[in-house]
């Protein structure tokens, strides 16, 4: 992906603070639930204070001073209050069941009793009322004056031991029993302080959307009253100290995670960085700490009895080779002294120009061992002055071919860290293989791009008008003592090392070479160094 980072810190980092995030938001979720129900309960019950409130001041006032009350009122403005003479006919309402005291709320003809021992209460109803002497809840003669359970309209019943929340069957009127008639009831009724004379005779709520409704018919019978409440939407988020904390935890979370991340892949790095110069110097003493988390010290012991055992391996084979060809050389030396005295000249020339051809080979291993084994320190250089240096040495020792040199030089100067003498004899011989075997070496050095300061590359493009190699020979070239056939001849045939002398020096200084055919003929040579 384009924008996904290519850091394994930066990868890391942005899937724990994604988790994190994801995390809060749900959290962010559920709270923001939690606060829409206890503000949506908040406000209704708000709103059934605001009803018990202008209903009884509705109630106590008189007929033809009521619409003068309303006006009165402090309303707020999502809240609209109407005297109707019906229920409220703009929102579907059902009818809402009343306590048995009030007066809507027994049957005609019907006496629903409380529980026994219902809590005292002084008189009876009074006229026209339950107890009226000869109506269905009268006491009998002559116990009037005892105090009755029901209470009386001034002094309407509170709750005993049996309570509002344990009723018993037909306590609210006709059509309800139980505690699910008490769940319908109003909050404002449920044990409201309202003499039973203010009751209203009948109750219809409903809800359409946000819109509550309720309508209330006043005692005198002839007027309803209607209350409807739009409920505002609930803000969840309505406390500014919850945004600041929220941001406050995402900051120091995600600081956390960023931290504790570079904390953890940072041995990581110490890896790649002690790898990559096990890479440009197998001689690197770069040898990492065995601590840390035990997959972390695992692995710091492997690359370290890895590097180990790399350097011990090519040591030996340096040793062995430089062994080789310096035992080789005190032979080649008793053998040029004993062909002197053969009398045949042209077998004595043959013998001892293939004498010489193998003294040079011998020399050529024992500058490919010195070169491997070499520790010279790794200094900064200009690659163009270095360059310029190896061309014009190149044109003083082939004077012949000087005008086949051709340099093309960069304006700013291209600074790269090396090993000075070891490089020169890497782009030397590159330069001269290509003057030999090609005619020409045209040179071009490419600073490195300014875009990425990571992974900066200076190119050197050496290029001839030689006939080429086959597709097949570009990579085994490079292998030591290869030669191709065209090259084996007395005046040009090399020992084969110096394409691999020139790409060991190379490697072991972070570049590398690589040979590829020039569509007009001849061979590119393209060289890489780390700037």
């Known amino acids: 992906m384009r ?20 995390i809060e938001l749900a959290g962010l979720g559920i709270h923001a639930l939690d606060r829409l129900d206890l503000a949506e309960r908040s406000q209704m019950h708000d709103y059934q204070i605001q009803v018990f409130s202008i209903y009884r001041t509705i109630a106590e006032t008189k007929e033809e001073d009521r619409k003068n009350a309303i006006d009165d009122l402090h309303i707020p403005s999502n809240t609209t209050v109407l005297l109707l003479g019906t229920p409220d006919q703009d929102i579907h309402s059902h009818k809402i069941p009343l306590p048995f005291f009030a007066p809507g709320g027994l049957a005609p003809g019907r006496f629903h009793a409380p529980p026994p021992g219902f809590g005292p209460g002084p008189a009876p109803f009074g006229p026209g009322g339950l107890m009226e002497p000869g109506g269905p809840g009268a006491l009998p003669p ?35 029993s139980g505690r699910e008639g008490y769940r319908e009831i109003p909050p404002f ?33 002839h007027c309803w009253l209607v209350v409807r409440y739009v409920m505002p939407l609930p803000n ?79 040591s030996d084979r340096t040793l062995m080779l430089t062994a ?38 011998v020399a050529a291993t024992l ?15 200009d690659l163009r002055t270095l360059l310029q240096t190896i061309m014009d040495e190149a044109a003083e020792s082939h004077p012949q071919q000087a005008d086949a040199l051709v340099y093309e030089l960069p304006v700013q100067p291209v600074r790269i860290q090396a090993r000075s003498v070891a490089l020169k004899r890497a782009l030397n011989n590159l330069i001269l293989n290509s003057l030999k ?31 080429g190699l086959p597709e097949g020979e570009l990579e085994r070239v490079f292998e030591p003592f290869v030669r191709i056939e065209t090259s084996r001849n007395r005046e040009t045939g090399g020992t084969g090392l110096g394409l691999s002398i020139a790409r060991t020096i190379l490697r072991a200084q972070g570049g590398d070479v690589r040979l590829q055919n020039r569509g007009e003929g001849g061979l590119r040579t393209i060289i890489t160094l780390a700037a």
Do not use: C
């Not at 409903?206 to 005198?220: F, N, V």
């Not at 500058?367 to 250089?381: C, H, P, T, Y």
């Not at 990425?452 to 290029?463: C, G, L, M, P, Q």
């Open 437 to 467: 075997y090609g005619g020409s070496a045209h040179v071009t050095l490419i600073p490195p791009s300014q875009k990425k300061e990571k992974d900066r590359i200076a190119r050197i493009i050496i290029e001839d008008n030689g006939p």
């Open 367 to 381: 500058a490919f061992g010195r070169d491997s084994a070499s520790n010279e320190q790794v200094v900064s250089l």
């Open 142 to 176: 002559g116990e009037e004056s005892r105090e009755h359970p029901f209470g009386s309209p001034e002094h309407p019943p509170f709750p005993n031991e049996h309570g509002f929340d344990r009723p018993h069957e037909g306590w609210y009127g006709p059509g309800s």
């Open 3 to 22: 924008f996904f980072p290519s850091s394994l810190v930066a990868r890391t980092s942005l899937l724990l603070i994604v988790g994190l995030a994801v």
């Open 236 to 314: 969840p988020l309505e406390a500014p100290t919850f945004i600041i904390a929220f941001l406050m935890m995402s900051l120091f979370g995600g600081a956390l995670i960023v931290w504790a991340t570079r904390r953890l892949i940072a041995p990581v790095t110490t890896l790649a960085t002690a790898a990559e110069a096990l890479g440009r110097d197998v001689n690197s003493s770069t040898v990492l700490p065995e601590n840390g988390p035990s997959e972390i010290r695992r692995a710091a012991i492997a690359f370290n009895t890895m590097s180990m055992r790399i350097r011990r391996f090519v």
């Open 324 to 361: 080789i060809g310096h035992d080789l050389r005190t032979p080649i030396t008793r053998l040029k002294l004993r062909a002197e005295f053969i009398d045949d000249d042209e077998l004595r020339n043959k013998i001892l120009a293939d004498l010489d051809e193998m003294e040079a080979m």
């Open 189 to 221: 009724m449920r044990g409201s302080f309202l003499p039973s004379s203010l009751y209203p005779l009948e109750i219809w709520a409903g809800q359409e959307l946000r819109t509550h409704s309720t309508s209330m018919l006043l005692p005198d019978g």
